[in-house]
């Protein structure tokens, strides 16, 4: 496993120097990064002892994110990669909340375990979300993908301002440019996407407790 780790490191240093070669700056500084939270998972894996195993799914991601994910535009060119990457991501999370624990203590209650296992995925996925939002919102990024709408409900639409209407979307402008002509609907800036990314590492946290539910291994 080790030697398999090692591969993939020294191909990621030689596809860095094609790019150097081909002064493709931005794939230049995504395969550098990619480098650097590798040697940061190495000392990670050091400090908390987990396996080559996870630490090869960690190298997996990683790759897979950056790499893929931005170099290759996998997110645009693949609608399901996303939430693949978050799925993973929420699985690879719960197995670090294992090690962080036995690192804090080191006797682990099973149940405590899947509590904290939860939790603690359910913490990151949020402050990833909010982490998105902030770049998004200072930066002027599109980290939180739209999603195009075509019915709204919401109490506004009623006469009270309290029973939920809903309205299909026929017409929509915004600054002279015809939405629903441009785009089918309108733009929901990033909330479904930001719930959707939660919902995925749900489930995520879900299989990893299933994971380690049937697992006849002790959990210490």
């Known amino acids: 496993m080790k030697k ?9 240093i030689i596809y860095s120097l094609i790019f150097i070669i081909k002064q493709d700056k931005t794939a230049i500084f995504m395969c550098l990064v990619t480098l650097l939270l590798l040697y940061l998972s190495n000392i990670l894996q050091k400090k908390l002892k987990y396996s080559d195993a996870l630490s090869l799914l960690i190298y997996l991601f990683i790759i897979s994110g950056i790499i893929l994910g931005n170099i290759y535009s996998f997110f645009t060119k693949v609608w399901y990669f996303d939430i693949i990457l978050h799925v993973l991501s929420s699985f690879i999370i719960g197995a670090l909340s294992i090690y962080v624990l036995k690192y804090l203590t080191p006797k682990i209650n099973k149940k405590l375990l899947i509590v904290f ?3 603690f995925c359910m913490a990151i ?5 909010i982490g998105e939002f902030t770049i998004d919102r200072i930066f002027s990024q599109d980290m939180q993908k739209d999603t195009v709408l075509t019915e709204i409900t919401s109490t506004m639409f009623s006469n009270d301002n309290n029973t939920p209407s809903t309205r299909i979307i026929t017409n929509v402008k915004v600054n002279n440019t015809d939405f629903m002509k441009k785009y089918g609907g309108y ?14 590492a749900l489930i995520g946290a879900i299989l990893f407790i299933i994971a380690i539910s049937i697992n006849k291994k002790k959990y210490t």
Not at 125 to 129: F, G, I, N, P, R
């Open 187 to 200: 733009i929901d800036i990033g909330l479904y996407d930001t719930i959707e990314d939660m919902i995925c």
């Open 4 to 12: 398999i780790l090692k591969l993939i490191r020294i191909t990621l």
């Open 125 to 129: 996925a949020s402050l990833w979300e």
């Open 117 to 119: 296992a939860f939790i």
